[in-house]
């Protein structure tokens, strides 16, 4: 079956995992978070402040800010822009992500 | 990475040290046009500096998958290749040899005149540190992003932009779904919809709203454009090769699923992009990837006052000479910060510009190339300017402002009982265009439903301080000594 990796040939250099909501997911050096989740499958990973509606990647670069996500417990992080590190951990982001900080 | 500038302290005008300091030429963008504004720049002998946010030259439409990926083959993801890979083998040179200062990962939030020469301030890195740097001489090739105009169900994940597929594609060779629709309207779609084929999605449709038939009136920009005839003509064997059916004159209206979009709405448009009823059908799909063709990034351009035009598509684009000048003395700019005209016409722009700026005559060919290639970018945008009825398919309780969850009921109350005839207004009344976003994505369609029924989605340029989320302490760090005219724009001023 056809697939982004055959098309460009070459093959991962490295996979680690990266944390998300407590799920380990496979993520190669340099690759975005939201390329991360899309990847396994995730489309969403907040819910808006008003509606509490899913949102994820829209834009895809940048622009949007709809794909904020909580990453190491830093808020507001654009997952699109963010490459994915070994180790991290990401978590769903609910509003405005400063809920701690009952503001 | 190259050492930042960011621990030197700003030039002063007053020392005679400072404007020494100046690079003779600061790029903003290492996208097409900037890539090839630089090295061609750095090859007339200029001193250079490049910032731009990317981590690897390219931009927006050379985007390279990371690194970790192991793509032995990143063209096959891309048109014309080999055009960026010799301009950033060349930028590596000139970096090597000290003739361009790379700063990737540098994000220009304003640029400030400082009597000889400019200051471009950036926030860099992953922690957002305050960087300057100062030249006599500024070329903006900040690109575009994509124009959408909203419909029911466009915040449903799995709803994305055409660009924004492609973009993450390209990057993270990942895709949002197995079965996408791509919708909208412009050339793009088509380049969009072979190459998730390519990488294995199955595209039931691509949904144009306009008709190719309006290039009809264009012959002449067209045969004098053979390659782009024949790029073309690569996108529409892609299409059959694939079996995409191409469906003209037709919109996506309507996104239907609960967490995740599960189907798309199709309906017949007339010339206005009226959708026409009893057409409509139900194509199921797994995602959506939907866009209405670029609009121009201005916020640094109109932060410093350089005069804007109408494109034929309808967005706004700074009012360039031919030679990439702005209406401000020793502020350049190329590429689609000019109007949309893909990546070759961009390179040729920054080739352009950096002849100029070296004060060199600028070759024939690279003119000639560049009228050609303008010509066709004006037809194809007037062919895909979106009709002045989309809204039809925009019911009252579709969100419209993404960020602030402003639904198109508010926006049109705004307009129709409280008065708001422009974006603007509408912002103040309802909050659409004032969140995260600062209005990228609502703002054509907040202009359409504020101008009354015949406006489309034109627009005045967004003004936009801040081309970028910056950190209180880099405000509180600017020189006091800022002249009127960039005090008035910090932020409050706009808001």
């Given at each position: 079956?056809?697939?982004?990796?055959?098309?460009?040939?070459?093959?991962?250099?490295?996979?680690y995992t990266v944390d998300f909501d407590g799920r380990?997911l496979?993520a190669?050096?340099g690759q975005s978070i939201a390329a991360v989740l899309?990847?396994?499958?995730i489309?969403?990973w907040r819910?808006?402040?008003?509606?509490?509606?899913?949102?994820g990647a829209?834009?895809?670069?940048g622009?949007?800010y709809?794909c904020l996500v909580t990453v190491n417990g830093r808020p507001n992080q654009r997952a699109c822009l963010v490459p994915a590190q070994e180790g991290d951990t990401v978590t769903t982001q609910e509003?405005t992500g400063h809920?701690e900080?009952?503001? | 990475?190259?050492?930042?500038?960011?621990?030197?302290?700003?030039?002063?005008?007053?020392?005679?040290?400072?404007?020494?300091?100046?690079?003779?030429?600061?790029?903003?963008?290492?996208?097409?046009?900037?890539?090839?504004?630089?090295?061609?720049?750095?090859?007339?002998?200029?001193?250079?500096?490049?910032?731009?946010?990317?981590?690897?030259?390219?931009?927006?439409?050379?985007?390279?998958?990371?690194?970790?990926?192991?793509?032995?083959?990143?063209?096959?993801?891309?048109?014309?290749?080999?055009?960026?890979?010799?301009?950033?083998?060349?930028?590596?040179?000139?970096?090597?040899?000290?003739?361009?200062?790379?700063?990737?990962?540098?994000?220009?939030?304003?640029?400030?005149?400082?009597?000889?020469?400019?200051?471009?301030?950036?926030?860099?890195g992953d922690e957002g540190?305050?960087?300057?740097?100062?030249?006599?001489?500024?070329?903006?090739?900040?690109?575009?992003?994509?124009?959408?105009?909203?419909?029911?169900?466009?915040?449903?994940?799995?709803?994305?932009?055409?660009?924004?597929?492609?973009?993450?594609?390209?990057?993270?060779?990942?895709?949002?779904?197995?079965?996408?629709?791509?919708?909208?309207?412009?050339?793009?779609?088509?380049?969009?919809?072979?190459?998730?084929?390519?990488?294995?999605?199955?595209?039931?449709?691509?949904?144009?709203?306009?008709?190719?038939?309006?290039?009809?009136?264009?012959?002449?920009?067209?045969?004098?454009?053979?390659?782009?005839?024949?790029?073309?003509?690569?996108?529409?064997?892609?299409?059959?090769?694939?079996?995409?059916?191409?469906?003209?004159?037709?919109?996506?209206?309507?996104?239907?699923?609960?967490?995740?979009?599960?189907?798309?709405?199709?309906?017949?448009?007339?010339?206005?992009?009226?959708?026409?009823?009893?057409?409509?059908?139900?194509?199921?799909?797994?995602?959506?990837?939907?866009?209405?063709?670029?609009?121009?990034?201005?916020?640094?351009?109109?932060?410093?006052?350089?005069?804007?035009?109408?494109?034929?598509?309808?967005?706004?684009?700074?009012?360039?000479?031919?030679?990439?000048?702005?209406?401000?003395?020793?502020?350049?700019?190329?590429?689609?910060?000019?109007?949309?005209?893909?990546?070759?016409?961009?390179?040729?722009?920054?080739?352009?510009?950096?002849?100029?700026?070296?004060?060199?005559?600028?070759?024939?060919?690279?003119?000639?190339?560049?009228?050609?290639?303008?010509?066709?970018?004006?037809?194809?945008?007037?062919?895909?300017?979106?009709?002045?009825?989309?809204?039809?398919?925009?019911?009252?309780?579709?969100?419209?402002?993404?960020?602030?969850?402003?639904?198109?009921?508010?926006?049109?109350?705004?307009?129709?009982?409280?008065?708001?005839?422009?974006?603007?207004?509408?912002?103040?009344?309802?909050?659409?265009?004032?969140?995260?976003?600062?209005?990228?994505?609502?703002?054509?369609?907040?202009?359409?439903?504020?101008?009354?029924?015949?406006?489309?989605?034109?627009?005045?340029?967004?003004?936009?301080?801040?081309?970028?989320p910056?950190?209180?302490?880099?405000?509180?760090?600017?020189?006091?000594?800022?002249?009127?005219?960039?005090?008035?724009?910090?932020?409050?001023?706009?808001?």
């Amino acid at each position: 079956m056809r697939s982004p990796r055959s098309l460009v040939g070459g093959s991962p250099a490295s996979q680690y995992t990266v944390d998300f909501d407590g799920r380990a997911l496979p993520a190669q050096e340099g690759q975005s978070i939201a390329a991360v989740l899309w990847s396994a499958g995730i489309l969403a990973w907040r819910t808006t402040r008003d509606g509490g509606a899913p949102r994820g990647a829209f834009c895809g670069i940048g622009s949007c800010y709809d794909c904020l996500v909580t990453v190491n417990g830093r808020p507001n992080q654009r997952a699109c822009l963010v490459p994915a590190q070994e180790g991290d951990t990401v978590t769903t982001q609910e509003g405005t992500g400063h809920a701690e900080l009952a503001v | 990475m190259p050492s930042s500038p960011s621990d030197r302290p700003a030039a002063d005008p007053a020392d005679p040290a400072g404007p020494a300091a100046a690079a003779d030429l600061a790029v903003v963008g290492a996208g097409p046009a900037g890539l090839a504004a630089a090295v061609t720049a750095a090859g007339l002998g200029l001193r250079v500096t490049v910032l731009d946010t990317g981590e690897r030259p390219g931009g927006q439409f050379y985007r390279h998958p990371a690194p970790g990926l192991g793509a032995a083959r990143p063209e096959a993801l891309h048109h014309a290749w080999p055009d960026f890979a010799t301009r950033e083998a060349a930028l590596r040179a000139h970096v090597s040899a000290g003739r361009i200062t790379y700063l990737p990962g540098h994000h220009v939030w304003t640029v400030v005149a400082r009597q000889t020469a400019w200051t471009l301030h950036a926030v860099a890195g992953d922690e957002g540190a305050a960087a300057t740097v100062t030249a006599r001489a500024v070329l903006l090739a900040t690109g575009a992003y994509e124009r959408q105009l909203p419909f029911p169900g466009w915040t449903l994940p799995g709803v994305v932009g055409a660009g924004g597929a492609q973009a993450m594609l390209k990057a993270g060779l990942v895709l949002p779904g197995r079965r996408i629709v791509v919708a909208g309207s412009g050339p793009l779609l088509l380049a969009v919809a072979g190459s998730l084929a390519a990488a294995g999605a199955s595209v039931p449709a691509v949904v144009e709203a306009s008709a190719y038939t309006a290039y009809a009136g264009k012959a002449a920009a067209l045969l004098r454009n053979p390659a782009k005839l024949a790029e073309g003509a690569t996108y529409g064997g892609a299409l059959l090769r694939h079996r995409i059916r191409l469906l003209t004159r037709h919109a996506v209206t309507e996104a239907h699923g609960t967490d995740r979009v599960e189907a798309v709405t199709v309906a017949r448009l007339d010339r206005d992009w009226r959708p026409l009823p009893g057409t409509a059908r139900r194509i199921p799909c797994d995602a959506l990837a939907v866009g209405h063709g670029l609009v121009p990034q201005l916020e640094l351009a109109t932060g410093l006052g350089c005069a804007t035009r109408r494109s034929p598509d309808g967005t706004v684009a700074l009012d360039l000479a031919a030679d990439g000048r702005t209406s401000v003395p020793g502020v350049w700019s190329a590429g689609e910060t000019g109007g949309i005209g893909g990546a070759g016409l961009a390179i040729t722009e920054g080739e352009i510009a950096a002849h100029a700026i070296a004060g060199r005559s600028v070759p024939t060919a690279l003119t000639r190339r560049r009228s050609r290639l303008r010509a066709f970018a004006d037809a194809m945008a007037a062919a895909h300017r979106p009709g002045p009825r989309w809204t039809g398919w925009l019911r009252d309780d579709a969100v419209v402002c993404r960020c602030e969850e402003v639904p198109a009921g508010r926006i049109r109350e705004a307009a129709e009982d409280l008065g708001a005839r422009d974006a603007r207004t509408v912002k103040l009344l309802t909050r659409a265009g004032m969140g995260w976003c600062q209005g990228r994505m609502c703002g054509p369609a907040v202009a359409a439903l504020a101008g009354g029924s015949a406006a489309s989605t034109d627009a005045a340029p967004d003004r936009r301080p801040l081309s970028c989320p910056v950190p209180l302490r880099h405000l509180a760090g600017l020189p006091a000594d800022l002249p009127a005219e960039h005090s008035a724009e910090l932020p409050g001023a706009d808001g």
